[in-house]
């Protein structure tokens, strides 16, 4: 009697060691499954101020029906965590976020997002970045019998901040905004406006 309670202390060792695995195993399985966020369809550079450069990414995102989880990494990127915000682009509630969370020893983000139908959601996703700058700078010019005078409004642009975007549209904080390449390492002097 006393060997077979032995045994079956063993067992119960056995299955809990097992079971404890399983368990710590479970958190890295499931952000293995995790979807990433698709390309971005539109992007937003503003740099009215000159503390900090607000992105707004819209991308177009398919849900499953019920809870999804959607991953958003930033390796090696200026983006400020605190400030990341996901909003879906629909009308009533029918998706939303209801949690989130940052893995641990990543730059990363997890949104876990409830839809009440399956298919494609646009959404925003936002954020302050950091060492994607600019300054200004004028040039007036004047006819040789100095009746006019054009001035050119000139906006440097250095992005270091690690990110790429495409084909942006970028709004210095007046006039209208314009669409420009925000390249990588990439210092640029764009004309900002022409009077």
Known sequence: ???????????AVVA??????ALAATPAAGRIKLATLPVRERVEIQLENNQATLVEEERVVTLLK????????????????HT??????VADNSVRVIHQSYPPGEKALVWEVFADNAGPVRVRISYLLGKLERTFSYRATALNDESALTLRHYMRVWNFSGEEYGNAQVYAGFG???QREMGLNESKQLLAGKF
């Open 176 to 178: 209208d905004r314009f």
């Open 1 to 11: 009697m006393r060997t077979r309670g032995t045994l079956l202390s063993a067992a």
């Open 66 to 81: 019920g809870t999804n989880h959607i991953d958003f990494s930033w390796t090696n990127t200026q983006i400020d965590k």
């Open 84 to 89: 990341i915000l996901f909003r879906p682009l």
């Open 16 to 21: 809990a060691a097992v079971m404890l695995t």
